[in-house]
Nanobody
């Protein structure tokens, strides 16, 4: 019983920044993990970043390392994805997802999903 709602998507020029938010509600536990996934047109859904809720250990796919930062805000029960130096290749629908256990790079391991938010990077 976890609900996820993404927000913060929009249109940004290459080299710009954007911050995505994932509001988490319902039953949450320290063993939960949150992942940010993205799906570009004609491509498979892939992981961008992940975080273990209890330890705050973070993970990033190679293509976003050094540019994206995933973080949590326990007071708001939210997870953020700060995206800097955006490139056209980052254009995708971004999804927030949750699972019980350690963060995973596999979408199939997550059983709770948000509705997605569109990120478009123009150049």
């Amino acid at each position: 019983q976890v609900q996820l709602v993404e927000s913060g998507g929009g249109l940004v020029q290459a080299g710009g920044s954007l911050r995505l938010s994932c509001a988490v509600s319902g039953r949450t536990f320290s063993s939960n993990a949150i992942g940010w996934f993205r799906q570009a047109p004609g491509k498979e859904r892939e992981v961008a970043a992940g975080i273990d809720w209890s330890s705050s250990k973070t993970y990033y796919t190679d293509s976003v390392k050094g540019r994206f930062t995933i973080s949590r805000a326990y007071a708001k029960n939210a997870v953020y994805l700060q995206m800097n130096i955006l490139k056209s290749e980052d254009t995708a629908v971004y999804y927030c997802a949750a699972r019980v256990g350690t963060a995973s790079s596999s979408p199939s391991m997550y059983n709770y999903w948000g509705q997605g938010t569109q990120v478009t990077v123009s150049s």
